[in-house]
C-alpha cells in the first residue's frame, strides 16, 4: 500500500507520497492508503469535479478526468 495526497486548491494533483514533485505540503491533503494509484484517482474523483495525475508517480493511469458529480 501507498499513501497518496491531493492539492486542495487550485489544480487539484494526485501525488505519491514518496514522489520527488510532491509540493510541500502545505496545501496538501492525505487522501489515504491505496493499493494503486488508479484506487487513489478513482477516490480522488469523489472529492473533486476535475483531478489531475503526477505524471511522474502516477503516469501508470492516463489523463485527467471530471468526475460527474462531486465537489469544487
Partial sequence: MATYYIKKYGVHELHGADC?????????????????????????????????????????VGKSRTASTGKS
Wanted: glycine share 4%.
Fill in 20 to 60: 520527488v514533485w510532491l509540493p510541500i505540503r502545505k496545501g496538501m491533503v492525505k487522501l489515504g492508503d491505496f493499493a494503486t494509484a488508479e484506487e487513489a484517482f478513482t477516490k480522488a474523483t469523489t472529492l473533486y469535479r476535475k483531478v489531475e495525475r503526477c505524471p511522474t508517480c502516477c503516469n501508470n
